[in-house]
Nanobody
Framework: QAPLVESGGGLVQPGDSLNLSCTAS????????MGWFRQAPGKERAFVAA????????YYTDSVKDRFTISMGNAKNTVTLQMNSLKPEDTAVYFCAADRRRYISHTYSDEHEYDYWGLGTQVTVSS
């Protein structure tokens, strides 16, 4: 089983909202900073949002600012991504990732800096 498990994806119409969740499938001693990436059909996986556990700093790619909100969950090593005003171009498989670093201001958008990944959840935005 993958170390992280995503949920909450689905098929929605433009303008709708979805809330993605990510939880660890097993107990980790470490606390992780968390990130979301997405991969659209025929494209490379790309950064969406991240949150550093050391200072709760949040980072977003420009196309989702003011529409998406990343938050740490109540349980350790859980994270949510609230997605509002969804657009067809948000259609992708969304992946959750975990990074052992407390502060990720220099690394948050680089997928190679993350230690663990989930298998992804499909988000489709279509009328």
């Amino acid at each position: 089983q993958a170390p992280l498990v995503e949920s909450g994806g689905g098929l929605v119409q433009p303008g709708d909202s979805l809330n993605l969740s990510c939880t660890a499938s097993r107990r980790f001693y470490d606390t992780f900073s968390m990130g979301w990436f997405r991969q659209a059909p025929g494209k490379e996986r790309a950064f969406v949002a991240a949150i550093g556990w050391g200072d709760n700093s949040k980072y977003y790619t420009d196309s989702v600012k003011d529409r998406f909100t990343i938050s740490m969950g109540n349980a350790k090593n859980t994270v949510t991504l609230q997605m509002n005003s969804l657009k067809p171009e948000d259609t992708a498989v969304y992946f959750c990732a975990a990074d052992r670093r407390r502060y990720i201001s220099h690394t948050y958008s680089d997928e190679h800096e993350y230690d663990y990944w989930g298998l992804g959840t499909q988000v489709t935005v279509s009328s």
